[in-house]
């Protein structure tokens, strides 16, 4: 009888590892983003003494953003975890409506808490719906005067860090499950990750 039930415990307890083994808990992601959404503030740049005027900037644009992010999946459809991207960000400074005289770069490190919901599933697809706040960290940026005798005052510029407010909304996203534990994805929303951003998934 006791070795019965040891019998028994022994293949519950396997079917039971088996179980969990199939039912992966934690998704590791990696992917890139196109045209992300972000807040930067303005440095303090000098009034130019010929023109007795201020240089300002202009034609902000954002790269693309390197995203990496981990979830744990509280139950079958709800996932909850962090993402974290990288961007820089570019700006020309200009004298009113000159030409741009040197250029702003920043780096940017976002980290968010994000939350997914799989709201429906094919045999190797599923679709789901993202969201994500946090914090856009704003590194010290670095000035590129293009002539040098413009004004030596651009070149010596205060440059501080900075932060802002980080968000990402996905109201629609699709995996691709390819392998037993991969799958590649894609998703449209708007956010500091970007519009669209695609990717591959390790699921374990």
Not at 53 to 73: I, Q, V, W
Request: with cysteine; aromatic share 14%; net charge neutral.
């Amino acid at each position: 009888m006791r070795h019965c039930l040891f019998l028994l415990f022994s293949l519950f307890f396997t079917n039971v590892v088996c179980a969990q083994q199939d039912a992966s808990s934690h998704d590791f992601f990696i992917g890139y983003g196109f045209a992300p959404i972000g807040s930067v503030s303005e440095p303090e740049l000098p009034l130019n003494p010929w023109v007795n005027a201020p240089y300002t900037t202009n034609n902000k644009h954002f790269s693309g953003t390197l995203n990496a992010g981990y979830l744990y999946h509280v139950s079958k459809p709800l996932a909850i975890g962090v993402t974290y991207s990288y961007l820089t960000v570019k700006r020309d400074v200009v004298l009113g409506s000159s030409i741009p005289l040197a250029e702003i770069k920043n780096d940017c490190h976002v980290l968010m808490l994000t939350g997914k919901y799989t709201w429906f599933h094919l045999k190797r697809f599923s679709f789901y719906s993202r969201a994500g706040v946090g914090i856009m960290l704003v590194k010290k940026g670095t000035i590129n005067v293009h002539k040098e005798d413009i004004n030596a005052s651009l070149e010596s510029v205060p440059m501080e860090d900075g932060k802002s407010l980080a968000w990402q909304v996905v109201p629609v996203g699709v995996e691709w499950n390819f392998a037993k534990h991969l799958s590649l994805f894609a998703e449209g929303g708007a956010g500091a990750s970007g519009y669209g951003i695609a990717g591959v998934k390790v699921s374990f």
